[in-house]
């Protein structure tokens, strides 16, 4: 069972940002999801950070692409300790709704779904997932350009 309790912030994060940390393509969106991600981990008590277990999926074949598979394993186990991932029996009728609403790709949509069901905020690296999360009425931002606006959010003073 999912535990959620009302004390803390919570995030729906999104595959793209967690790649971007890993193996960003240029240094404004790797420092964009450090600073994200440092956030998550300061503030662990205070922000509880999910993905679809799909993200999981999702991570390790990027990855895959660019690091040797000992290091993709590495990630996944850092990355299956610190976010919750959560099987889509909660959130999948929300996530084809969200689809019909929005026309976002399948896998954008289980994100947007999950961020809908929690009444969480969406992170992510790609800014059509974000306009979508937007559309369907999902408070969600873009880290590449939002990251000031994240940190805030989430309580965490923007690093300098």
Do not use: W
């Amino acid at each position: 069972m999912l535990s959620i309790t009302g004390n803390e912030n919570r995030v729906v994060v999104d595959a793209s940002a967690a790649i971007d940390l890993f193996a960003g393509r240029d240094r404004a969106r790797i420092e964009a999801a450090e600073k994200v991600f440092m956030c998550f981990k300061a503030r662990s008590g205070r922000v509880k950070v999910f993905a679809p277990r799909l993200f999981l999926a999702e991570v390790s074949g990027v990855l895959a692409r660019f690091l040797p598979p000992s290091r993709v394993r590495s990630v996944v186990h850092r990355l299956e300790s610190e976010i919750v991932t959560v099987g889509d029996d909660l959130y999948f009728r929300e996530s084809v709704e969200v689809a019909l609403r929005t026309g976002s790709r399948g896998a954008d949509s289980y994100y947007i779904g999950l961020a809908e069901t929690l009444n969480a905020i969406l992170i992510t690296s790609d800014r059509v997932q974000a306009l979508n999360a937007k559309r369907a009425s999902v408070q969600a931002y873009y880290a590449l350009e939002e990251v000031g606006t994240i940190l805030k959010h989430l309580g965490c003073q923007q690093p300098s």
